[in-house]
């Protein structure tokens, strides 16, 4: 979540609303992520994070998914503080 900080088993996630999907070059993204095109905005990572298999079938991130919206409105927030820039709010 840091800037500039390391990948895990998933990307770095500093400032990646409004970036690209696969936004990280030193990241190995599956083909399945790749395959979307256009920004992470809002309504995006929304179904993404409601349902990742269902957004991007054989993605490699091993999570089932967040089914309340508060809770993905929350994490989505959470995100878009994690900029020195945040997108601005819908
Ligand atoms: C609420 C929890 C989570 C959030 C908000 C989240 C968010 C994201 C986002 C936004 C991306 C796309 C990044 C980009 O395009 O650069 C991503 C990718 C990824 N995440 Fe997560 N993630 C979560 C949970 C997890 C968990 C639990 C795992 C592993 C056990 C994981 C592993 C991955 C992997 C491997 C990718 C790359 C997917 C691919 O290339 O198909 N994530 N995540």
Redesign the pocket.
């Known amino acids: 979540m840091n800037e500039g900080g390391r990948n895990g088993?998933?990307?770095n996630?500093y400032d990646?609303v409004g970036?690209?999907?696969?936004?990280?070059e030193n990241?190995n993204?599956?083909a399945?992520?790749?395959a979307h095109q256009g920004p992470?905005n809002y309504d995006e990572?929304d179904r993404?994070?409601a349902n990742?298999q269902g957004y991007?079938p054989g993605?490699?991130?091993?999570?089932v998914g967040?089914k309340d919206p508060k809770d993905r409105a929350n994490?989505i927030a959470y995100?878009r503080s994690l900029s020195a820039n945040p997108v601005p709010l819908p």
């Open positions: 088993v998933g990307p996630l990646v970036k690209p999907h696969g936004h990280l990241f993204y599956s399945a992520l790749k992470w990572l993404w994070l990742p991007a993605t490699r991130m091993g999570f967040l994490v995100l």
